[in-house]
Nanobody, 124 residues
């Protein structure tokens, strides 16, 4: 069974950090580009970051560039996103997905965690 599971969210104060994990099972994660997305109530889904299947290419939304870092550990079949200097506007449900390519002009989702995600709340 192909599966992606997000974890690592929580409640943090502004300026603090979290690391989210996207763990894969049933397939080899390094065969796919993996994107991190977030969605907050009343807002559209936003692609936060993406890492290529090889791990050699990454990109970030302007809203998080310089604060977030995406990486992958092929031995653990897991993609991470390190989130530093968190702001209240980062509050959202974060989820990961295997996508066609990070560099494509549009995001084509191949498969996701099917609605689970992990909640990140940034508040004082």
């Amino acid at each position: 069974q192909l599966q992606l599971v997000e974890s690592g969210g929580g409640l943090v104060q502004p300026g603090r950090s979290l690391r989210l994990s996207c763990a894969a099972s049933g397939f080899t994660l390094n065969s796919y580009a993996i994107g991190w997305f977030r969605q907050a109530p009343g807002k559209e889904r936003e692609r936060v970051s993406c890492i290529s299947g090889s791990g050699g290419s990454t990109n970030y939304a302007d809203s998080v560039k310089g604060r977030f870092t995406i990486s992958r550990d092929n031995a653990k079949n897991t993609v991470y996103i390190q989130m530093n200097s968190l702001k209240p506007e980062d509050t959202a449900v974060y989820y990961c997905a295997a996508i066609l390519a990070c560099s494509a002009p549009t995001t084509t989702i191949l498969f996701t965690s099917w609605g689970q995600g992990t909640q990140v709340t940034v508040s004082s």
